[in-house]
């Protein structure tokens, strides 16, 4: 926590929400927020509206509990509680008690975001929106709130909206449309973002095929999305195209099993996927150990080490987001 000057103007405020829900994907661009923000409110304008009020409700609190103020600004606190404000939507109807709920999540992701970042030594990605919607989710279902009735899946394998709904799955969205205004906000803030992210989609694609899960469920996406944040997170922690391949993939089997938890599924396997790379990356110098500093021979013909100079260890940060 931190003593500051006055809050942010309202110019300044439009860009903090929209980098929130920019941030979801990782991008602290308030252009790509917007993007977002007109995606999902294409395919459900009352869950563009959730995550409208999410991506302000969630740097409010922030503000008024004085954390970091560059975070505030970079949309740290936003994206989580913009992902709240879908969820309450995606799961019970609209409501005065729905809409109560909805605000105390919200609100209540703010804290729970500062704590693991605080408190937690690894990257926590979405995990505050996961834990925050999975209570909203059980308080909700105690109160026996009425909740929405999905459309069923497809029964047909359609490859080009599997692939893009990967992309519009990450904000629960079903939607070709938005899946491509996802894919331009992405290429707006960082086109090798938007490569890992149609890379992890089509990833994710295909080994939901392979395994044979269920063609409506390849269709809409739900292979995809989870492969497709993996891929963009890892990238971020060590630029590369193996590394996020191999998050992709390991996203898309924890999908395949996650139901078996009756939990909502969410993102939760994007972030246990990295969480395994990354945990793989701290081990990885015990396999490879690196040569130990050597003096320069006498008579090297260009003054070097005919061993060569010892590489550096990898660092390794987690996404700013």
């Known amino acids: 926590m931190v003593t500051r000057a006055p809050g942010p103007i309202a110019t300044d405020w439009i860009k903090l929400v929209l980098r929130g829900v920019g941030q979801v994907m990782f991008q602290g661009h308030a252009v790509t927020g917007l993007l977002f923000l007109i ?15 999410g991506a302000l409700i969630g740097p409010v609190v922030a503000w008024a509990l004085r954390y970091d103020e560059a975070d505030i600004r970079d949309g740290i606190y936003g994206f989580n509680a913009c992902l709240v404000g879908i969820a309450a939507f995606f799961f019970f109807q609209p409501g005065v008690t729905e809409f109560i709920l909805l605000v105390a999540a919200c609100a209540v992701s703010s804290p729970v975001t500062w704590a693991m970042r605080r408190f ?43 692939i ?8 629960l969205q079903a939607s070709i449309v938005t899946g491509i ?28 095929l392979h395994h044979a899960d269920a063609p ?47 939990l909502p599924t969410l993102t939760a396997p994007f972030v246990l996927a990295c969480w395994v790379v990354l945990a793989i990356g701290i081990l990885e110098p015990l396999f490879n150990p690196r040569p130990a500093p050597t003096s320069v021979p006498p008579g090297s013909p260009d003054g ?18």
């Open 304 to 321: 070097t080490a005919l061993s060569g100079a010892p590489l550096a260890a990898d660092p390794i940060p987690g996404p700013s987001a």
């Open 164 to 171: 893009v709904e990967g992309l519009s799955e990450v904000f």
């Open 181 to 208: 205004l996802f894919y331009a906000g992405l290429a707006v803030s960082d086109w090798r973002h938007a490569t890992m992210a149609l890379m992890g989609s089509v990833v994710g694609t295909m080994v939901g």
């Open 39 to 53: 995606g999902i409110a294409f395919a459900s304008p009352l869950m563009g509206l959730g995550a409208l009020i």
């Open 216 to 262: 409506g469920d390849i269709t809409i996406g739900i292979f995809g999305y989870n492969a497709t944040l993996a891929a963009i997170a890892l990238y971020l922690w060590r630029p590369s195209i193996l590394i996020p391949l191999l998050g992709a993939m390991i996203s898309t089997g924890i999908t395949e099993f996650f139901p078996l938890t009756q």
């Open 120 to 162: 937690l030594p690894f990257p926590t990605y979405t995990t505050p929106f996961i834990v925050t919607t999975w209570v909203m989710w059980g308080i909700g279902r105690a109160i026996d709130l009425p909740t929405v009735v999905l459309p069923p899946s497809p029964n047909s394998l359609n490859m080009v909206s599997a």
